[in-house]
């Protein structure tokens, strides 16, 4: 540990959490498009995972390397995230062209 600190307000933490989870909760049923739904629900666990992150693994309190150390995941993921991105598009542009059985044309 980096030294003495004071112990976080736990219940504070949890409600804090409880109130991320129930607006994450109502974000799904907002009428925003795809792409706006998972930016605003990608920010809001991001957001609980580092309250998570900072206090109940108490990185908060650690030397700023092992912060670094932790965050370097997160950065990895981000990116493998953006690579991804436009393969699944195309997946999603290609199935949504494809006609269903019976509208398709009758093979002799």
Avoid: C, Q
């Amino acid at each position: 540990m980096a030294g003495e600190h004071k112990h976080p307000n736990y219940m504070a933490i949890f409600w804090t959490l409880a109130v991320l989870t129930v607006v994450e909760i109502g974000v799904v049923f907002l009428p925003f498009g795809k792409m706006v739904n998972g930016t605003l629900l990608t920010a809001l666990a991001t957001s609980k995972a580092a309250l998570v992150a900072m206090y109940f693994m108490h990185l908060k309190f650690e030397t700023r390397t092992l912060g670094l150390i932790a965050v370097t995941p997160l950065a990895i993921a981000t990116l493998l995230v953006f690579v991804i991105l436009p393969d699944a598009f195309r997946v999603a542009h290609k199935t949504a062209n494809v006609k269903p059985a019976a509208e398709a044309p009758a093979k002799h």
